[in-house]
Structures are given as structure tokens and as C-alpha cells.
């Protein structure tokens, strides 16, 4: 029998860590990140995962024994993590010449990470059937409840034909969910939203993920980024038109970004935004290409980042945003002409996993928008940016949930496949391989669920300053959907690839999360580690 691990043993593990982490953080200081990416990268991700070791510590206080334990597995694998960084870079670290890690936390790291301590929370997760039921305040217990019933009665029984048919996400569902208010969770009570807060929101993104990542659990992000940059920086009478029409669903929306030849150079956008008069209405004329527009198709109006001044030395500073309205349409193409001449086409792209929304490929040719849909109007010339990086920081926290709910399915297929499989005369479960697995899935799993949780409470608090804080819970979160579910997927061995077993979808809608609102590099270099390196 093992001893359990106490959180004064835990809490003394990372305080050790955090004093290392600073000392390396000093040390690259005062250089270019881009002159020591490789670096940056290693103090990002060692960052990330050490701050989510504190909210697990910080969640584990206020809970029982399981979770207690949870996070000393936690720490103790994040103290593996800097030895192993350490031993080999120390030199790059500025550490060379002195003992990385005190023998304390070794010993803590040696008796955290024994194998029977991984097998008996594996053992513990499949007397649980995988389910999440980690304890929260009552209001949140019961919005997880009641999200988890509609998702388990209304959209379960579709994800898989969806997927497989490539189908666009049913109206029903959109009807439901907006009559549910499941799109004005943190939209402001006077707009027409609910103004639960950023919580509600992930706890009610990540259940609806866990049944379908595409016709459900990426719903409500396109709404959400919109409604943070009309709540910065949009007009009164912006929010007063959009944000009651984006909190009941009535209108959904695409995030028109990323270009062909831009990507997470956001700065470097093309497609320009030019004044136009037309039939006495003022407003501009959009031209360009866009890609990567998720739901475009279907979307009432596209929210696109434009260059609206014609200096392109301005960098993101001749930049705006604007809201474009559009007919719906169903299909995987479609095209669009204005009275004036104006037009806009799209093509859906075919993607491996993440259907039911289809990302699209746009062009404008000489779009016309009237000047009252440029956000802020124009006090929002050149600021498009900066509106739009602030409603990334929302879809980062949602991402966050979005892979929470996906590693989330992936561990509970994986469960009940283990327990009623059998092999070599035995229940898979009974193999100490098998539950020394498990464990350590619901550890990955349990430290992305707190750091992600932990983001929205702050982002509550104050949007801005947490902004870092979702990009950490995007980073860490979305790699553990990856590992979570390709190790779900090795656990039913040849059936894991098989369409016959959700199991394969989770495996490739997971693969798209380190990709969205910024992909896994940037987020590592530009976001985390320049927040870090200030």
C-alpha cells in the first residue's frame, strides 16, 4: 500500500519548480525570441504545464482524497519534465554547473510517479465508467447536468452520421440551443444574453464537445468571438442591433481571418476593405481571398479582418473589422452577387475529421458593406487587430473546452471498451498495462480541465490580463485531447480504427485543436512566451 500524497508535499514541489522557473525565464531575458525560438518554446510549454499543476493543487483543496491525489501524480510528472529539459539543456537554461532539481523534489517526483499509484487511479476511473463528476459549485454542477442530458438525448444520436455523411449541423439543433440560451451564456443580461460568465460558457462548450466536437461543441465559439469584439470595441448601437441577434441564434456567424498566403501573420493581411458609395449608401468594397472560414456556408454574416488603410507599412494598425452580412446557405459551395456587382464565393475544404461546419475558402470581389458594419464605426479604423486578437482569447478558453470534452469522450469510449474486452482469458481492465494507461490519461485530462477552468474564472475577473492565461489553458488542453485520444485509440487496438467506433472520430477531430486560434507554435513563441519573457 502506498502512502498518499499530502498537499503540503505537492504545494513545496512546485514552489521549488516556480523558483527554477524564474531563474531560466531571467536568463533568456533581454534576447529576441526569435533569436532563441527552440528556447522559448521549452520555457512556454514548461510554464504551461506548471501552472496547470497549481490549479489542480488549488482544485484539489477544496475536493476529497481522489483529486488530492490527482494533483501530486501531476506535479510529479511536471518535475520529471524539468529534469529531463534540464539534463540535457541546462547550458541553455543558464543553470550549467548546478543541480537543477534539490534532492526534495526528487524524492517527491520518485514517490508521486510509482507505477502502482498510475495503475490504482486507472483502476478507480473504470469503477467510474470515465465520467466526469468532479465536484463544482452547485449552479455549475447543475448547468454540466443539464447540458450533458440535452447533448446525450439531442445531439448523440446524429454525431456519428454527421461525421461520417460529411452533413452540415442540423437547424435543430441551432433552434434548441439558442432557445436554450446556450449562446448568450457570457453576453451581458441588457443585450440579451444570460451574462452567466465565462464558466457556464466552457462547462456548456466542453459537454456539448464531448458528444460532437463539429455539429455542437464548436456551435457556440463563432458567436462568442464575435460578441467579445462588439463588447470591446463595437458602437451602442452595434451591440444593441447584433449582440440580442447572436445571443438567441437567430444569426450565426463565420470568423473570416486567415488568408491563403496569411496565416497566423494576422498582420499581414491582404484582403482590403476600400470606401464605395452605392446607391447613396457610404460604406467599402471588400476584395480579396480568405480561407479557413468554419461555417461560412451557413453563417448569416462573416466577421473579416480587412485592410482598410492603404499604407501597408501600418502593419496591423491599418487593419478592421467588419461585419458581413450574407445569405445562408447549405451547401459545400456557394455564390453570392450584389445589385451593385459585387460578389462572394466560397468552396468548402475536405478535411479529415471537424465536419459538420466545413471551413471554406472565400473570395470578395468588390463586396459592399455599408460604413455602419465596420466595428466601432469610425472609431474602429485600424483597430480591426486588436478587436479581433481580443475575441481569439475567447475562442482560445473555448478551445480549451472544446478539447477538454474531446479527451473527455475518448477516456470514457476507452473505458468502456477495456472493461468489456476480453483478451488472454481476461478483462482488458485487469491488465496492470491497461490501468497504469488509464491513470494516466485521467491525470492529462484532470490538469487541462483545471487550468482551463481556472482561465475563465480569471478572464471573469478581468479579460484582458487573463488573455495569456486562455492561450496557456489552449496550449496545454489541446495537446492532452491529441495524447488522450490516440492512446483511447491504441487501447481498443484494431477496432480503434475502425468508423464502426467513436473512438476514431475523437482521434481526428482532436488532430484540428492545436491548430485553431492560433496554431501550437505561435501560440508557444508569440502569446506564451513573449507574456512570459515581458
Not at 524524492?107 to 463544482?136: H, K, T, V, Y
Request: glycine residues 10%; hydrophobic residues 40%.
Amino acid at each position: 500500500m502506498l502512502s498518499p500524497i499530502g498537499l503540503k508535499g505537492t504545494e513545496q514541489t512546485l514552489d521549488a519548480l516556480d523558483a527554477l522557473m524564474q531563474k531560466i525565464i531571467a536568463h533568456a531575458r533581454g534576447r529576441e525570441i526569435d533569436e532563441q525560438q527552440v528556447v522559448v518554446v521549452r520555457i512556454a510549454d514548461l510554464a504551461t504545464r506548471l501552472r496547470a499543476a497549481r490549479d489542480l493543487l488549488d482544485y484539489a483543496r477544496n475536493t476529497g482524497a481522489q483529486y488530492q491525489e490527482q494533483a501530486g501524480v501531476f506535479a510529479g510528472q511536471v518535475a520529471a519534465e524539468f529534469s529531463r529539459a534540464l539534463d540535457v539543456h541546462a547550458e541553455e537554461h543558464g543553470l550549467a554547473g548546478e543541480e537543477a532539481l534539490v534532492p526534495e523534489v526528487r524524492s517527491f517526483m520518485r514517490q508521486a510517479l510509482r507505477d502502482e499509484r498510475l495503475c490504482s487511479i486507472g483502476w478507480q476511473i473504470s469503477e467510474q465508467r470515465g465520467r466526469n463528476n468532479c465536484p463544482l459549485e452547485e449552479i455549475y454542477e447543475l448547468t454540466r447536468d443539464a447540458v450533458r442530458t440535452f447533448a446525450e438525448t439531442e445531439i448523440a444520436p446524429h454525431a456519428e452520421r454527421i461525421h461520417r455523411a460529411d452533413e452540415l449541423v442540423p437547424e435543430a439543433f441551432i433552434q434548441k440551443m439558442g432557445e436554450l440560451g446556450y449562446f448568450g451564456l457570457s453576453v451581458p443580461e441588457e443585450y440579451g444574453g444570460s451574462g452567466m460568465g465565462n464558466l457556464p460558457m466552457v462547462i456548456t462548450t466542453e459537454e456539448l464537445s464531448r458528444v460532437s466536437l463539429a455539429a455542437a461543441g464548436s456551435l457556440i465559439t463563432r458567436p462568442e468571438i464575435l460578441s467579445k469584439a462588439l463588447l470591446s470595441g463595437g458602437t451602442r448601437a452595434q451591440k444593441e442591433k447584433w449582440l440580442p441577434k447572436l445571443a438567441s441564434g437567430e444569426v450565426m456567424v463565420g470568423i473570416s481571418v486567415t488568408e491563403p498566403d496569411v496565416g497566423s501573420d494576422v498582420a499581414s493581411v491582404k484582403c482590403r476593405a476600400e470606401p464605395h458609395t452605392l446607391d447613396g449608401v457610404e460604406g467599402y468594397r471588400i476584395t480579396g481571398p480568405k480561407a479557413w472560414c468554419t461555417f461560412a456556408g451557413r453563417a448569416d454574416v462573416l466577421a473579416v479582418l480587412c485592410r482598410s488603410e492603404p499604407d501597408p507599412s501600418l502593419g496591423a494598425r491599418g487593419l478592421s473589422l467588419f461585419i458581413v452580412p450574407k445569405p445562408s446557405h447549405p451547401g459545400h459551395e456557394f455564390e453570392v452577387t450584389q445589385r451593385g456587382g459585387g460578389k462572394l464565393s466560397g468552396r468548402a475544404d475536405a478535411t479529415p475529421g471537424y465536419r459538420g461546419m466545413h471551413s471554406f475558402t472565400l473570395n470578395f470581389e468588390g463586396y459592399f458593406v455599408p460604413k455602419e458594419n465596420l466595428v466601432g464605426e469610425e472609431q474602429g479604423r485600424g483597430r480591426g487587430f486588436y478587436l479581433q486578437m481580443g475575441g481569439f482569447a475567447a475562442g482560445r478558453l473555448q478551445t480549451g473546452a472544446r478539447a477538454c470534452g474531446v479527451a473527455q469522450a475518448a477516456l470514457e469510449r476507452a473505458v468502456e471498451y477495456v472493461l468489456d474486452r476480453n483478451q488472454f482469458g481476461r478483462a482488458l481492465i485487469e491488465f496492470e498495462l491497461t490501468q497504469h494507461r488509464l491513470g494516466w490519461m485521467t491525470i492529462q485530462l484532470a490538469a487541462a480541465r483545471a487550468i482551463t477552468y481556472a482561465a475563465a474564472r480569471a478572464m471573469d475577473e478581468d479579460e484582458r490580463a487573463a488573455a495569456p492565461y486562455a492561450a496557456q489553458c489552449k496550449l496545454l488542453a489541446c495537446d492532452v485531447a491529441v495524447d488522450v485520444s490516440q492512446e483511447g485509440q491504441l487501447l481498443h487496438g484494431g477496432w480503434g480504427y475502425a468508423e464502426e467506433y467513436a473512438i476514431s472520430r475523437y482521434v481526428v477531430d482532436a488532430q484540428v485543436l492545436p491548430i485553431f486560434e492560433g496554431v501550437k507554435p505561435i501560440l508557444q513563441l508569440k502569446v506564451v512566451g513573449r507574456n512570459l519573457l515581458s
